[in-house]
């Protein structure tokens, strides 16, 4: 049953790589568009959309990051983080 849970995690994992490649390319692809289109139309408005479009993509690859990290050790950073959190809420009453 474990190793069925693990196959499935990691299929779950895979699947929203894919989607979260897809995310950045269309934030990235729209920033671009909006940031060319509002510096020849001279709208701040438009710039700045665009700007926050490529903000989305520092989350995205932010996210990538995380998931890769997950899919390293899970269980082991899941323990990691309980004891911190074990530490830092202890001495509250």
């Known amino acids: 049953m474990a190793e069925t849970a693990i196959l499935e995690r990691s299929a779950i994992v895979r ?4 989607l ?3 995310t950045i ?3 990235g692809l729209e920033g671009l568009v909006a940031v060319i289109a509002g510096v020849v139309a001279g709208s701040i408005s438009l710039v700045g959309f665009g ?3 490529f903000i989305e993509v520092t989350s995205g690859l932010t996210l990538l990051w995380r998931m ?3 899919t ?3 269980g082991r950073r899941r323990t990691k983080t309980c004891r911190h959190l074990k530490i ?3 001495p509250v009453p």
């Open 25 to 27: 390319a269309w934030n």
């Open 15 to 18: 699947h929203g790589r894919r």
């Open 72 to 74: 390293d050790a899970p």
């Open 68 to 70: 890769s990290v997950d």
């Open 88 to 90: 830092v809420l202890d």
């Open 20 to 22: 979260e490649y897809f």
């Open 51 to 53: 700007i926050d479009s």
